[in-house]
């Protein structure tokens, strides 16, 4: 006996998950709805009793009229035309029981559908808004919006599949076999075989054969999705090194991929029909050779051959439709797989049980003996780090890139979790509060602010929704933002584009200002809001930032040291550690300190340009 392969075994396993996962994920969608769904059941199984007893009566009403063909004008004519009439009456109200409950089943499903894809594209929502910082950073934005709607319009696909599809085909397969079977063993005994055979034959082609492909070429619709989100977002770099031709060679690069795994997954679809054909057809004549063979021994009529025809052609395109929709099952389920996926990871940054507001009354913060790694680092950047910040204390941090400034005022926010030691902000431990309330009362004005594809006058309330126009505006002339929006065409109603692109760096920043002054937060974090502004902007954005600082707890990251000259204490960070604290003139002062070599090298740049 040959090894077993357990690399192939699992790999087969694996391959297999994603199937398992997408039906549990929309069962367990289902039973949210579970009357509606027994009730669309119930609608779809009273639709297919049409089908399976429509052939009967077709049977009846053709040896109602059998006697008539060969005996002429001897026949009882009326008698036929009686038990016909009660044939025809019966089609129609099959015809009539299938019409209304179809109608009904459908509303059903649609709004079962519905319902579904709206929740899938919420809880999907929440979870990638509650993903930590580090998701964010490795994900495309555009390739997260693909799998977000792709899934959702593959939750339409696979309802519609199972239950206005493939259920009405079980049932009409095994109805019309157990029918079959129930008159001539035999024919029902060929009939199960071959639909069985049939039905195993069309899902080991759909799942084993298309199924990886249409997987693969799923994850390259992705790709071209992130791909063509990126350079979008980023055109005014493309435009300003006239990079046109460069992108459109990237994104060719993978349409190319795309096409080719496209093609192959078209490809093996349509050689999985051929084959699904064949066999249909195979099975046509032996069912019906079987059924021309009992009317030659007499174990059938004539109106029993049309019967069996009739079913045969009913069963036949159930089969025929049970191909089709195991390919549409099985496209729903990679449709959906990198759905279920963003359902299925963990968070990252997670609310411990029961976790309780934060209140934040005077904003002290105490690094205790603080530990933390970045994964794929080989060393922590922090080691026993150890520090406070008094309420109402203004500190500047200052270090070289990678020193650890910014993953400071990040632990503070808890957009990581420490590995070691405690984080507190007036006596309170923050990894036991709810987020939201923490950073809901931490004011951040960044180095490049992000603006949303809204009115000036949300972006700024976007701090607190509720806040009236007064207070916006307030907060505005505050930020010294006031005067420009005012002379806008819409003034605080005007649409500010992706990202803020349609205002310039300093008039983003005021935005962000006044933002930062409506959240009235206790603590305050400014990262350089003005080393790439002009001299105006500059001097308008430090007045308003002074003006923010007051009565707040501040930290300020400086990348210029004239930013933190005025602090009385600037923290001097060296990867990871506080080599250095002090005011300006007390770090300045020591000739062999960091902070002098940093000052002296941005002096000395400032005395080459002006010379």
């Known amino acids: 006996m040959a090894p077993i392969d357990s690399m192939s075994v699992l790999a087969r396993f694996r391959d297999r998950a994603p199937f398992r996962d997408v039906l549990a994920f929309s069962l367990g969608h289902w039973r949210r709805q579970m009357a509606l769904v ?80 709206v929740d899938a594209a919420r809880e999907a929502f929440w979870k990638v808004q509650r993903f930590a910082a580090e998701w964010h950073a490795n994900t495309f934005a555009g390739s997260i919006v693909r799998k977000v709607t792709r899934g959702m319009w593959a939750i339409d696909l696979l309802n519609d599949t199972v239950l206005l599809a493939l259920l009405p085909s079980f049932v009409v397969l095994v109805g019309s076999t157990i029918l079959l079977g129930w008159h001539w063993p035999l024919m029902g005994l060929m009939v199960a075989v071959g639909a069985l055979v049939f039905i195993a034959f069309t899902a080991f082609l759909s799942i084993g054969y298309v199924g990886p492909a249409a997987r693969l070429s799923n994850q390259w619709d992705t790709r071209t999705g992130g791909a063509l989100a990126d350079a979008i977002t980023c055109n005014p770099v493309v435009k300003s090194f006239g990079a046109e031709e460069r992108e459109d060679g990237r994104l060719r690069k993978v349409l190319g991929k795309w096409q080719t795994r496209t093609y192959r997954t078209w490809m093996r679809a349509t050689n999985n029909s051929t084959g699904q054909i064949l066999a249909l057809i195979i099975l046509r004549t032996a069912v019906i050779g079987l059924a021309l063979h009992l ?61 309780q507001p934060i209140v934040i009354r005077h904003g002290r913060i105490t690094f205790e003996n603080v530990r933390f790694h970045y994964r794929g680092h080989q060393q922590p950047l922090y080691d026993g780090l150890s520090v406070t910040i008094g309420a109402g204390e203004k500190i500047g941090l200052v270090g070289l890139s990678g020193s650890g400034k910014t993953t400071f005022v990040k632990l503070i926010q808890r957009l990581h979790d420490v590995d070691g030691g405690r984080i507190l902000i007036d006596g309170q431990d923050i990894a036991t509060v709810a987020q939201a309330s923490l950073r809901a009362q931490i004011a951040i004005v ?166």
Not at 467 to 479: K, N, P, S, V
Not at 562 to 576: P, Y
Request: glycine fraction near 8%; proline fraction near 2%; charged fraction near 20%.
């Open 446 to 611: 960044q180095q490049e602010p992000i603006l949303f594809h809204r009115s000036l006058a949300e972006n700024i309330a976007y701090a607190r929704p509720g806040a009236t126009q007064a207070e916006i505006e307030r907060a505005a002339q505050l930020a010294n933002a006031h005067d420009f929006i005012v002379k806008l065409p819409k003034g605080y109603g005007t649409l500010v584009g992706e990202r803020g692109i349609k205002l310039s760096g300093g008039e983003r920043q005021r935005v962000a200002l006044a933002r930062a002054f409506l959240a009235d937060a206790p603590i305050l974090i400014l990262d350089e809001a003005t080393s790439s502004l002009d001299s105006e902007s500059e001097a308008l954005i430090q007045e308003a930032t002074e003006r923010l600082m007051q009565g707040r707890t501040t930290i300020v990251i400086a990348h210029r040291l004239s930013t933190v000259r005025a602090l009385k204490r600037i923290l001097i960070f060296d990867r990871g550690r506080i080599i250095e604290e002090g005011d300006h003139h007390a770090l300045i002062g020591r000739e062999e300190g960091v902070y002098r070599r940093l000052f002296d090298r941005q002096v000395g740049g400032l005395l080459v340009e002006a010379g």
């Open 38 to 117: 027994v009730s669309i059941a119930l609608g779809v199984l009273l639709m297919t009793l049409a089908d399976v007893l429509l052939p009967i009566y077709v049977g009846r009403l053709i040896d109602a009229l059998a006697p008539v063909l060969q005996a002429g004008e001897t026949a009882d004519r009326s008698t036929a035309m009686r038990e016909a009439i009660w044939a025809l009456a019966a089609m129609v109200g099959l015809g009539l029981l299938m019409l209304v409950t179809r109608h009904l089943a459908f509303i059903g499903v649609c709004r079962l559908t519905l319902n579904q894809m």
């Open 295 to 355: 009317w030659w021994v007499g174990e059938a009529s004539a109106g029993d051959v049309a019967y069996v025809i009739t079913a045969y052609v009913v069963i036949q395109g159930y089969l025929r439709d049970v191909g089709m929709y195991i390919r549409d099952l099985q496209k729903s389920v990679n449709d959906m797989e990198e759905l279920v996926d963003i359902h299925a990871q963990p968070l990252g940054i997670e609310d411990r049980m029961g976790a």
